[in-house]
């Protein structure tokens, strides 16, 4: 089992910056696989970014250039950088872990972004 607590989201105008964090625990954070949704009001679920326990990482064509996804599992924390904010990207982001060979996913509570004038 691994247990994942969200933060770091609130209210930023349009051109701003936020950053989410994303704490694990229950488990050993560096195999794990992690990554980062979100779901705007009335829309499904959306994969903004990805990063691999080995490090890779890839980003949704709408959010690349201006969000960065990062580890650090000495703290066993996965981050979202996000630059340049648009109106478009306000949604509640939740991170997941996941872990292929296993077939195992866990879903965060969400962190609520509001980009707005």
């Given at each position: 089992?691994?247990?994942?607590?969200?933060?770091?989201?609130?209210?930023?105008?349009?051109?701003?910056?936020?950053?989410?964090?994303?704490?694990?625990?229950?488990?050993?954070?560096?195999?794990?696989?992690?990554?980062?949704?979100?779901?705007?009001?009335?829309?499904?679920?959306?994969?903004?970014?990805?990063?691999?326990?080995?490090?890779?990482?890839?980003?949704?064509?709408?959010?690349?250039?201006?969000?960065?996804?990062?580890?650090?599992?000495?703290?066993?924390?996965?981050?979202?950088?996000?630059?340049?904010?648009?109106?478009?990207?306000?949604?509640?982001?939740?991170?997941?872990?996941?872990?292929?060979?296993?077939?195992?996913?866990?879903?965060?509570?969400?962190?609520?972004?509001?980009v707005s004038s």
């Amino acid at each position: 089992q691994v247990q994942l607590v969200e933060s770091g989201g609130g209210l930023v105008q349009p051109g701003g910056s936020l950053m989410l964090s994303c704490v694990a625990s229950g488990s050993i954070f560096s195999i794990y696989g992690m990554s980062w949704y979100r779901q705007a009001p009335g829309k499904q679920r959306e994969l903004v970014a990805t990063i691999t326990s080995g490090g890779s990482t890839n980003y949704a064509d709408s959010v690349k250039g201006r969000f960065t996804i990062s580890r650090d599992n000495a703290k066993n924390t996965v981050y979202l950088q996000m630059n340049r904010l648009k109106p478009e990207d306000t949604a509640v982001y939740y991170c997941k872990a996941f872990h292929t060979l296993y077939d195992l996913n866990y879903w965060g509570q969400g962190t609520r972004v509001t980009v707005s004038s």
